[in-house]
């Protein structure tokens, strides 16, 4: 148990039949009336997020959440195969929890699993990934417009836009929190 107290950022608790992580708090202690918590929480299971008010004497659950790194290996239909790098495990997933982060995964790469109570609810991509180019209109000379840029796909079929002068074949860097191109590798 966790005292309502003892919120900070970061921290993920059971609330209102859900798990949630704290985003933001501030300890409010009006002129008249009994103090309170505001905060901003995050459903981590959906993303939703939300502001609460909370009694400071209140408590909760702490969730403790494990972070793995583990190795796509292959998918066969809905199911989506992981390997434990350390025990040589391999574990199966469905569609639904790899679906966001398949876009910058592919094969015989890392990605990171959290696991609540011994089972997996979440993947996350690396923060950075290096995909190649499949399909792309090509730059054409003269086309130097500042900022330009043309939509193009990578082998894991993520669709984003790139600067003109990248062809078929080229290596980006690109972030996954947001998406978007960095860079040439």
Do not use: C, W
């Amino acid at each position: 148990m966790i005292a309502a107290n003892d919120l900070r950022k970061g921290v993920t608790i059971e609330y209102d039949n859900g798990m949630y992580e704290v985003l933001d708090f501030q300890h409010v202690k009006p002129g008249k009336g009994p103090a309170f918590i505001r905060t901003k929480i995050r459903n981590i299971l959906n993303g939703s997020s939300k502001d609460v008010t909370i009694n400071p004497n209140d408590k909760f659950n702490q969730i403790i959440i494990e972070t793995r790194e583990m190795q796509y290996l292959y998918n066969d239909g809905d199911l989506f195969y992981f390997m434990d790098p350390e025990t040589y495990e391999q574990l199966p997933m469905e569609r639904e929890i790899f679906e966001e982060a398949s876009q910058f995964v592919k094969e015989n790469e890392n990605a990171f699993i959290k696991f609540y109570s011994g089972k997996p609810f979440s993947i996350e991509a690396p923060n950075f990934v290096e995909l190649e180019v499949i399909e792309t209109e090509p730059g054409f000379k003269g086309d130097t417009a500042q900022a330009a840029t043309k939509p193009a796909t990578v082998e894991t079929g993520y669709k984003l836009n790139v600067p003109l002068f990248v062809e078929i074949g080229t290596i980006l860097r690109i972030d996954t929190r947001t998406g978007e191109y960095l860079s040439r590798v």
